[in-house]
């Protein structure tokens, strides 16, 4: 069964600075999506950035990137130069693709953007 | 363009009752999952609807059912309510046709506490 792990439950950064949130998985799928959502105080899941396994290259989208190392099978989440409006929990979340509709998400890692 | 609306926001309920929790998809999606997010945890894959048929279930007993209508709106339904049940219900909508990759659209949720 496919797992994912989070091990920071909770971070804090200053505001301007870089912040890397971390994130494992298990499968033995060789082809899947990875997927970082954010979760405000507002509750409503928001995605951040996706990853398609088979793409070598690094998502990124506008101040948050993605380190994917696949065979290491590990996927974080950078943040450049954070924003308040950042502070939120964050949720690593993997989908498969053979028949299965589902997400598996982490515990989340509370981070909190100081200002 | 509306995203996808969850109703109520907020309900209590007394053990051994039942409840329905309402959803509308994003606009032009077909396809809606729910989910089940306990305090400090991940959410947890209940079911996913696709024309009118529940096209995949997670690890939930029988008391948690659910139904979607023609126009891709779904109920979620839990009877003989246990406090164990207390948690947020997240909907999520996607449009299927192999896009599911490109992530879900999440409402804000329900928060059910169970008394």
């Known amino acids: 069964a496919q797992t994912v792990t989070q091990s920071q439950p909770e971070m804090s950064v200053q505001e301007a600075e870089t912040v890397t949130l971390s994130c494992t998985y298990d499968?033995?799928?060789?082809?899947?999506?990875l997927f970082w959502y954010k979760q405000p105080p507002s509750r409503q899941m928001i995605l951040v950035i996706r990853?398609?396994?088979?793409?070598?290259q690094n998502a990124t989208e506008n101040r948050f990137s993605v380190n994917f190392q696949k065979a290491a099978k590990s996927f974080s989440l950078k943040i450049s130069d954070s924003q308040l409006g950042d502070t939120a929990m964050y949720f690593c979340?993997?989908?498969?693709?053979?028949?299965?509709?589902?997400?598996?998400f982490g515990t989340g890692t509370r981070l909190k953007v100081l200002a | 363009d509306a995203g996808v609306t969850q109703s109520p926001t907020h309900l209590i309920k007394t053990r051994g009752q039942q409840v329905t929790l309402r959803c509308s998809p994003k606009?032009?999606?077909?396809?809606v999952s729910w989910y089940q997010q306990a305090l400090g945890q991940g959410p947890q894959f209940i079911f996913q609807?696709?024309?009118?048929?529940?096209?995949q279930r997670g690890n939930f007993p029988d008391r948690f059912s659910g139904h979607q209508f023609p126009n891709y709106s779904s109920e979620l339904n839990v009877n003989a309510l246990l406090l164990g049940d207390s948690a947020l219900y997240l909907c999520?909508?996607?449009?299927?046709?192999?896009?599911?990759?490109?992530?879900?659209?999440f409402g804000s949720g329900t928060r059910l506490t169970v008394v």
């Open positions: 999520a909508s996607s449009l299927t046709s192999g896009r599911l990759g490109y992530g879900y659209t």
């Open positions: 499968t033995s799928e060789n082809n899947y999506y």
């Open positions: 990853q398609e396994a088979y793409k070598q």
């Open positions: 979340a993997f989908m498969g693709t053979s028949g299965t509709y589902k997400y598996i």
């Open positions: 606009s032009g999606h077909d396809t």
């Open positions: 609807y696709y024309e009118e048929e529940e096209r």
